[in-house]
C-alpha cells in the first residue's frame, strides 16, 4: 500500500490528466532504460513514485497549454518586448517563462550545490537581490556537501527541502524530487522531457530548478556557455530560472541558468543555452536533476 504522500501525490496527478485528457490516452512506449547515476545511490520505490507522479503533471500541464492555444498566443504581453541578460526577446510571439533570481558566486571549490541552492532559497524566500536567506555554509550543512566533499542529488534535495521550508513562493503541498532524465517517448532524445518539467517547474508552479552537468568535458559534445575551456570536473551544479521557445528537436529552445564557478573555471551570472545541449550534459553527468 503506498504510504500517504505518494497517494496525495499520485492522486493529484491522476486528477490533473483526467481533467485535461478529453479522450482516452495511448498508450505510451515503454521508456528507455534509466541512465547511470555516476556512482550516486539508487532512488527508492518511494522517491520514484514521486518523481512519476509529478512528470505525469507536468506533462498534463504541457499537453493543456498545447490543446487550449496557449502555444500559439501571447504568453507575455505586459511590453512589446521584453529584456533579459541584454537581449531583447519579442515577449508577444515567443513562448517563455522566466522567474527572478540572482546569481550567487560559490564560496568553496565544492560549493556548487550550495550555491544553487542558495540561488533557489533567496527565489523562495523572496530576498532582495544582494541578500541571502541562509549562507552557503549552512546550506552546506542540510546537503551533507563537506562531508561528502560532493553534493549529490539526493543531498541536494535535502537541502533545498530544508532551505525553502516555509518559504512565500513555495507551492502549498510543493515537495522536491529527484528524478531521471529519460527518454520516455524513444526518439533517441531527452531534451523534450527536459523541457517539458523546466516549463512546469517555472511557468506553472513559478520555482527553479537544479541540474547537475559535466560542465566542460573533453570530448563531449556539448558544454556550458559560461565556461571558456575544457575542464577535469567530477560535475556541476546549476540552477534554470527560464525558458525560450517550444521544444522542436533543434537549438531553437533556450533554457536560462545561473553558474557559480568564477574561481573553478567558469563563470558567475545568467547565461543560456540550448535545452537540447543541456540535456546532453545532463546524460553525461549522472542524468538526473532536482526539480
Known sequence: MFPRRIAMAVLSAALLLTATAGTAAATKPTPAPAPATAGERPLTPEEEALAAAKLAAAEAYVALAAREGVDLSTLACVTPNA?????????????????????????????????????????????????????????????????????????????????????????????????NLTDTDRDGQFGDQLHTMVRSNISNSKMPLAIPVKPYAIGDAFHLSSWARPVNSVGHWIAAYGWVGLWTGTDSSLLYYTDSSRDEGGSTGKFKDPMRHIAGMIMDHTGRLVW
Open 83 to 179: 529584456t533579459e541578460d541584454g537581449a531583447t526577446i519579442d515577449a508577444c510571439a515567443i513562448p517563455q517563462g522566466f522567474l527572478t533570481v540572482s546569481a550567487r558566486d560559490q564560496t568553496k571549490n565544492i560549493y556548487c550545490g550550495p550555491a544553487v541552492g542558495q540561488v533557489i532559497s533567496n527565489y523562495s524566500w523572496a530576498m532582495a537581490a544582494a541578500a541571502n536567506k541562509y549562507t552557503q555554509a549552512k546550506i552546506a550543512g542540510w546537503m551533507s556537501t563537506d562531508l561528502n566533499g560532493r553534493t549529490d542529488a539526493p543531498a541536494l534535495e535535502d537541502g533545498l527541502e530544508a532551505s525553502t521550508a516555509g518559504s512565500p513562493r513555495r507551492p502549498a503541498g510543493w515537495d522536491w524530487v529527484v528524478i
